[in-house]
């Protein structure tokens, strides 16, 4: 089993960068794969980035690809994601998800561990 705690969300200006991070508890870290994804209101949540246990493999949505970048850092048991050019439709609740897998998942219902999630506000 895995906890995950997500930080590094704000209120940010369009154009600038922010980096969210995923801390993991549990000594399996490195078995799963993680994921990305956000939420905003009144809208499904919907997958982000997705990278595989090893890091090896990295997944992107079409509306984020070329602008954020996904990490996974075994040793230190955390996985980031690293935002630029942020736009106001990136405004959402952010969450990380977990799953011992060894390919990268795109559907929210693939991933049994997730955490509380971070606020990311980007205004125009």
């Known amino acids: 089993q895995v906890q995950l705690v997500e930080s590094g969300g704000g209120l940010v200006q369009a154009g600038d960068s922010l980096r969210l991070s995923c801390a993991a508890s549990?000594?399996?870290?490195?078995?799963?794969?993680m994921g990305w994804f956000r939420q905003a209101p009144g809208k499904e949540r919907e997958f982000v980035a997705g990278?595989?246990?090893?890091?090896?493999?990295?997944y992107y949505a079409d509306s984020v690809k070329g602008r954020f970048t996904i990490s996974k850092d075994n040793a230190k048991n955390t996985v980031y994601l690293q935002m630029t050019s942020l736009k106001p439709e990136d405004t959402a609740v952010y969450y990380c998800?977990?799953?011992?897998?060894?390919?990268?998942?795109?559907?929210?219902?693939?991933?049994?561990?997730w955490g509380q999630g971070t606020q990311v506000t980007v205004s125009s």
């Open positions: 998800a977990a799953e011992r897998t060894l390919t990268v998942l795109t559907e929210p219902l693939s991933y049994d561990y």
């Open positions: 549990g000594r399996t870290f490195s078995t799963y794969s």
């Open positions: 990278i595989s246990w090893s890091g090896g493999r990295t």
